[in-house]
């Protein structure tokens, strides 16, 4: 049996939109509502180029990247023709308050880290 964590009421993510949430460690998981009043829970890392997707417009189960405009589902995966996948996590909506599942917070996808933006060294980026 899962022990959940109370994280927001529903009306405290935007319709349509998202709702991070800061995790000791790892990256923020971001919670989306769709026009339903649905909710999904994603790391908020695109599998593509680690975009926000916190930043995202939400399309009924999905989100939609906001830096390529990858489609991501509501299970982690980038709808074809592209491919990747980023972690989904238990998400549970009761009486109108959000929870997430307390072990999957603590220690889900923990490890995955965003790109670092930049100069690219030259010393790596042509070899003549």
């Not at 399309?59 to 989904?88: F, K, M, R, Y």
Request: aromatic share 4%.
């Amino acid at each position: 049996m899962s022990d959940w964590i109370h994280i927001c009421a529903l009306n405290d993510i935007p319709a349509l939109g998202a709702r991070r949430v800061a995790r000791d460690t790892g990256l923020d998981v971001a919670i989306f509502r769709n026009e339903a009043d649905g909710v999904f829970a994603l790391l908020d890392r695109c599998p593509h180029r680690g975009g926000p997707l916190s930043q995202g417009i939400v399309l009924g189960n999905s989100v939609a990247c906001p830096l390529h405009n990858w489609t991501i589902g509501c299970d982690g995966q980038a709808a074809a023709p592209d491919e990747g996948c980023t972690p989904s996590f238990h998400v549970k909506l009761d009486d109108g308050q959000v929870y997430l599942d307390a072990a999957q917070l603590a220690e889900h996808a923990t490890e995955q880290t965003r790109p670092i933006a930049g100069p690219i060294s030259r010393k790596l980026a042509c070899a003549h």
